[in-house]
């Protein structure tokens, strides 16, 4: 059974770079893709980004010139990292193992399972 | 403003049959599969439709999904206290080149 622990400060000041892993335990993330999503208080789910085994990166438009996803085969985590935060960005984020399946090189059809549970990530000062 | 348009609440009684709807464009709902996930605060959101209409192991019988055309909708029959949460709608959107979930529609079985 896959596990993912979503970790890093719950606490980021305006500005800087908000850091968080993901550690995959009971199976290798040199399979599949794996994505992070946020929850932003009192709101719905925002899918931020995913990467693929192969390190090939896909993030959200409206996030790209600011977030960076990696992986670390020999520690088995996923990586954010996300740049210039705001108040914005206070959220809950949650990594997730993301089945993506395509045809001729589009995708048709996409879901995440397992879910972390997900850690809080409040920016201020 | 989320992509997928939910209902933002929707109550019955134990026992009885709701359908939660989830409405997009040929973008995304209209030309991808839509996965449905189940999410108590404070826990791991659970996928519990994948792929339209397919449920993952372990997931009741009671759970179904299906969908027409740029709407997709999640029917949960014999309603029981447990499933009271937020269900939110998920798909594949050409334009974004990404994914995009509904704002989640609130579940409270009276």
């Known amino acids: 059974q896959v596990l993912l622990q979503e970790s890093g400060p719950g606490l980021v000041k305006p500005s800087e770079t908000l850091s968080l892993t993901c550690s995959v335990s009971g199976g290798s993330i040199s399979v599949t893709y794996w994505s992070w999503i946020r929850q932003t208080p009192g709101k719905g789910l925002e899918w931020i980004g995913h990467i693929y085994y192969d390190g090939t990166t896909t993030y959200h438009p409206s996030l790209k010139t600011r977030v960076f996803i990696s992986l670390d085969k020999a520690k088995n985590e996923v990586s954010l990292k996300l740049q210039s935060v705001g108040a914005a960005d206070t959220a809950t984020y949650f990594c997730?193992?993301?089945?993506?399946?395509?045809?001729?090189?589009?995708?048709?059809?996409?879901?995440?399972?397992?879910w972390g549970q997900g850690t809080l990530v409040t920016v201020s000062s | 403003q989320s992509v997928l348009t939910q209902p933002p609440s929707v109550s019955e009684t134990p026992g009885q049959r709701v359908t939660i709807s989830c409405s997009g464009a040929?973008?995304?709902?209209?030309?991808?599969?839509v996965s449905w996930y189940q999410h108590l605060p404070g826990a791991a959101p659970k996928l519990i439709i994948f792929?339209?209409?397919e449920r993952p192991s372990g997931v009741p019988d009671r759970f179904s999904g299906s969908k027409s055309g740029t709407s997709a909708s999640l029917t949960i029959s014999g309603l029981q206290s447990e499933d009271e949460a937020d269900y939110y709608c998920s798909t594949w959107d050409d334009s974004l080149n990404g994914l995009v979930f509904g704002a989640g529609t609130k579940l409270t079985v009276l």
């Open positions: 040929n973008s995304n709902i209209g030309s991808s599969t």
């Open positions: 792929s339209t209409n």
């Open positions: 997730a193992r993301l089945i993506l399946r395509q045809q001729s090189h589009r995708p048709t059809s996409a879901w995440f399972a397992p």
